[in-house]
C-alpha cells in the first residue's frame, strides 16, 4: 500500500461540463471526478466521460465487438 498523501485542491468547487462530441449536446454537468459512460440523449451514442480535476475528456464509446 502506497501511503501517499494526498493533495487536497481548495479551490472553490469548478463545475464542468460534458459535451456530447457527435453533436455538442450538454451531456451532464458535474463537480468532481467522474469516470463513466454515458447516452447521449440527443443522437443516442454512448460517449465516455472523464472527469478529473475539472478536465473533462470525451471520447466516443465503442463496445467490443463482442456478439451476444
Ligand atoms: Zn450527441
Known amino acids: 500500500m502506497n501511503d ?3 493533495e487536497t485542491y481548495k479551490d472553490p ?3 464542468v ?3 456530447c462530441p ?3 449536446a450538454t451531456l451532464l454537468q458535474a463537480e468532481c ?3 463513466g459512460v454515458t447516452k447521449c440523449e440527443q443522437c443516442h451514442q454512448r460517449v465516455r ?3 478529473e480535476n475539472g478536465i473533462v475528456h470525451v471520447a466516443p464509446y465503442s463496445s467490443p465487438p463482442n456478439k451476444k
Do not use: G, L, P, T
Open 4 to 6: 501517499v498523501k494526498k
Open 13 to 15: 468547487v469548478k463545475k
Open 17 to 19: 461540463y460534458a459535451c
Open 22 to 24: 457527435f453533436c455538442s
Open 33 to 35: 471526478v467522474i469516470n
Open 49 to 51: 466521460i472523464e472527469i
